[in-house]
T-cell receptor, first 116, second 109 residues
């Protein structure tokens, strides 16, 4: 099946610094990418949806200036957590859809962010 | 009430047992996904269904569009099947998935 990778898989950073997480579709072109956040023992919470070449659409309550999303190419989307705080510590997962109208959606392995 | 509901929330069984996890939804959907997540791990997509039934190894997924219900079955369960199983529905006309709460499955040897 199609593969989505994320880098890094784990990152620890200090409060106030920014962290970038990359999401790549390895063997297909992703017209739409989704960024999720998952707290322990909870389900995935959609943060934003990004379509290649256009601005991301953020879900209610998600600060777009804090969680910067760039979907500059059909195989790469990045999530930058700016001025990170301990409460941003979480598991971040990206997901990608291949073509508009396709129901197939592939998930990345996730990135565990710890802010100290 | 969530648009997508799963049951049970937790399920413990002995190795070899037949497992069923249920997912009900209250809105029109274009597709339903079954996902697996191991502790501390990423999400693996098991099935995507829009009708009927799919089988992959010991896993079987069915969906009844009229009844707005889907089931995931595991035959001859094994401890390595222990994971959280999540159903997620794509609402008609929408891009995003709506997730169930997940079912935590533990298979004891």
């Amino acid at each position: 099946g199609a593969v989505v990778s994320q880098h890094p898989s784990r990152v620890i950073c200090k409060s106030g610094t920014s962290v970038k997480i990359e999401c790549r579709s390895l063997d297909f072109q992703a017209t739409t990418m989704f960024w999720y956040r998952q707290f322990p023992k909870q389900s995935l919470m959609l943060m934003a949806t990004s379509n290649e070449g256009s601005k991301a659409t953020y879900e209610q309550g998600v600060e777009k200036d804090k969680f910067l999303i760039n979907h500059a190419s059909l195989t790469l989307s990045t999530l930058t957590v700016t001025s990170a705080h301990p409460e941003d510590s979480s598991f971040y997962i990206c997901s990608a859809r291949a073509v508009a109208g396709s129901e197939e959606q592939y998930f990345g392995p996730g990135t565990r962010l710890t802010v100290t | 009430k969530n648009e997508v509901e799963q049951s049970p929330q937790n399920l413990t069984a002995q190795e070899g047992e037949f497992i069923t996890i249920n997912c009900s939804y209250s809105v029109g959907i274009s597709a339903l996904h079954w996902l697996q997540q191991h502790p501390g791990g990423g999400i693996v997509s098991l099935f995507m269904l829009s009708s009927g039934k799919k089988k992959h190894g010991r896993l079987i997924a069915t969906i009844n569009i009229q009844e707005k219900h889907s089931s995931l079955h595991i035959t001859a369960s094994h401890p390595r099947d222990s994971a959280v199983y999540i159903c997620a529905a794509r609402i008609q006309g929408a891009q995003k998935l709506v997730f169930g709460q997940g079912t935590r499955l533990t298979i004891n040897p």
